[in-house]
T-cell receptor, first 117, second 113 residues
Framework: NAGVMQNPRHLVRRRGQEARLRCSPMKGHSHVYWYRQLPEEGLKFMVYLQKENIIDESGMPKERFSAEFPKEGPSILRIQQVVRGDSAAYFC???????????????FGAGSRLTVL | DQQVKQNSPSLSVQEGRISILNCDYTNSMFDYFLWYKKYPAEGPTFLISISSIKDKNEDGRFTVFLNKSAKHLSLHIVPSQPGDSAVYFCAASVVWGNTPLVFGKGTRLSVIA
């Protein structure tokens, strides 16, 4: 009965490197959301995906950031050429299909903490 | 543009007393509101929700009140326990289901024994 699984939990990168964060949604959930929490800030929405589709990426920075949720495997949030300002906690959440009860509740993973040196 | 505002960054309450956490919103299209609790180094966990057709929802020690005309909601915790010490986030959405939630910045609650 695993919840939302995120890995790695901690990731250290030097400026200019790439960061890849992975998220496996809860069993039976087909919708994935990525949020970012900067120090002393709230949760900022980045992107919402279903399998093989990006539904809403209005919160995603225009450059260097991309996300995917392939037919098989976890959702990936990719940050290219990281900068110090990318240091944050990145949370993934999932929800079931709209017709299922609880579809309004996002279930969060424990987060991936990215540190850019 | 902060659509969901939690104006108190922190709150201290004695064990056994009532904790009241407040949240204001600016988008009149929001119809669904949720509260999440977050411990350090963990993800947020869902606590309680309310839709705009109600003005109160209760679950054990937790009650959420919604005042749509004032665009204000509050979470009451009675009685407060030390284990309630966490950051509480207010969140909102326009539609129900399969939609991103808009979060406030959170209020850190400390329950003192």
């Amino acid at each position: 009965n695993a919840g939302v699984m995120q890995n790695p939990r901690h990731l250290v990168r030097r400026r200019g490197q790439e960061a890849r964060l992975r998220c496996s949604p809860m069993k039976g959930h087909s919708h994935v959301y990525w949020y970012r929490q900067l120090p002393e800030e709230g949760l900022k929405f980045m992107v919402y995906l279903q399998k093989e589709n990006i539904i809403d990426e209005s919160g995603m920075p225009k450059e260097r950031f991309s996300a995917e949720f392939p037919k098989e495997g976890p959702s990936i949030l990719r940050i290219q050429q990281v900068v110090r300002g990318d240091s944050a906690a990145y949370f993934c959440a999932s929800s079931p299909y709209k017709g299922d009860s609880g579809a309004n509740v996002l279930t969060f993973g424990a987060g991936s903490r990215l540190t850019v040196l | 543009d902060q659509q969901v505002k939690q104006n108190s960054p922190s709150l201290s309450v004695q064990e056994g007393r009532i904790s009241i956490l407040n949240c204001d919103y600016t988008n009149s299209m929001f119809d669904y509101f949720l509260w999440y609790k977050k411990y350090p180094a963990e993800g947020p966990t869902f606590l309680i929700s309310i839709s705009s057709i109600k003005d109160k929802n209760e679950d054990g020690r937790f009650t959420v009140f919604l005042n749509k005309s004032a665009k204000h909601l509050s979470l009451h915790i009675v009685p407060s326990q030390p284990g309630d010490s966490a950051v509480y986030f207010c969140a909102a959405s326009v539609v129900w289901g399969n939609t991103p939630l808009v979060f406030g910045k959170g209020t850190r609650l400390s329950v003192i024994a």
